[in-house]
């Protein structure tokens, strides 16, 4: 069993900041890859951006240079600091971490108020 406990959710107004954080707990021996993903009502899930056990960072082009991903592996979490954050922004947040079969959190929803 594995559990994905997400918080950092909200309401913020165009051009404020919000962080997101997703702790893994469970029976999984090691975490390849944690991210995060998005859906907007009306659209398809996307990724947002992740991060693999040595570091490496992908973001989608949309925010870049606004949105950074970090984890700590001993804490088994992640984080999702988001800045100058924009309507189109809106959606619901999903942490996914790789532990051998993938698995999902519960969401959590970010709106940004023009």
């Known amino acids: 069993q594995v559990q994905l406990v997400e918080s950092g959710g909200g309401l913020v107004q165009a051009g404020g900041s919000l962080r997101l954080s997703c702790a893994a707990s469970?029976?999984?021996?090691?975490?390849?890859?944690m991210g995060w993903y998005r859906q907007a009502p009306g659209k398809q899930r996307e990724l947002v951006a992740d991060?693999?056990?040595?570091?490496?960072?992908n973001y989608v082009d949309s925010v870049k240079g606004r949105f950074t991903i970090s984890r700590d592996n001993a804490k088994n979490t992640v984080w999702l600091q988001m800045n100058s954050l924009k309507p189109e922004d809106t959606a619901v947040y999903y942490c996914?971490?790789?532990?051998?079969?993938?698995?999902w959190g519960q969401g959590t929803q970010v709106t940004v108020s023009s």
């Open positions: 991060i693999t056990s040595d570091g490496r960072t």
């Open positions: 469970g029976n999984f021996f090691s975490i390849s890859v």
């Open positions: 996914k971490i790789l532990a051998g079969l993938g698995y």
